[in-house]
């Protein structure tokens, strides 16, 4: 009589074995590829921050020295004796700072009055709004400046907006035409519809006017999207360059990034002023983000997309 064959030491764990390394395998690519593409995303950014410290005969030199021989600061120093860069980063904080509290105020109360009052072009006009959205904005640079040159009683114009230049060649031309944002509405709106109206209704109970329920309730609750808002809306018009290069034209009015330009001349381009400057234009956006970003991740979270 055959004796019964004894089971293969293991044998009874065989799928959850394969299991277990199938799942080790894929977080292991998983995190190969995220390292991979991490370190290829930095690279760019490591290349521009080494060479604003190289020696200029190094920055070309043939193999790449990812670490330079020895460091210097004279980029820096050349950055801002070649050209005016102190004026041109206040100019744009100003331009930027302007478009923040512009879009942050009337986007806001664009937002509320899409998601909490009841008119009868509610739906209609928010969804001009958001048809609005998919124009690109170079479609409309052309309407755009013939509107602010033809602005009526600015700039020398008269009534009927002929003879001077409206608002061309002033901060003016920059902020308003982005006061009020599509996205801000849009953004602001979604973020409003996730409170509730119960609080509106018992304001109005308690005779508040609509602007006061706005500026006294609501808004305080908004904080989170507020600063995502402001996060977005400053990287936008701090690193803005066709649209101010359109409509200034005095050179004490540019900002950083039509100052970069300074170091392209003659089909040469001066890479280590250049780099250094780049970085110095990154640092304000840097800093905004780090001191909003547990905000920043909030506003995110609860905008959603309830509608």
Known sequence: MAEPS?????????ASTAFAARKALSGISFYAAAILISVGMFLPFFW??????????????????????SLTLEHYRSAFTTVPFARYFLNSF?????????????GSLSGYAFAKLNFRLNKPLFKVLLAAMVIPGIVTMIPSFYVLMHFPLI?????SGAGGHGFLNSFWGIILPGASGSFAVFFMRQFFLTLPSDMMEMARIEGCGEFRIFWNIYLPL?????????????QAGWNSFLWPM????????????????AFSYNHQTDFGPMMAGALIA????????????KYFVQGIAFSGTKG
């Open 222 to 234: 908004t904080k989170p999207a507020l600063a995502t808002l402001g996060i977005f809306t400053f």
């Open 94 to 106: 100003i331009l930027a700072a302007s478009g923040v509290l512009c879009n942050l105020f009337f």
């Open 48 to 69: 521009s921050l080494i060479t604003s410290f190289k020696p200029s005969d190094e920055i070309f030199s043939v193999p790449i020295k990812w670490i330079p021989s």
């Open 155 to 159: 700039g020398g114009n008269n009534i």
């Open 6 to 14: 004894l089971p293969a030491a293991g044998a009874g764990m065989p």
């Open 282 to 293: 990154t640092l304000p956006i840097l800093v905004l983000f780090l001191m909003l970003q």
């Open 246 to 261: 359109i409509i200034l034209n005095d050179p004490e009015k540019a900002t950083i990034q039509m100052g970069l330009q």
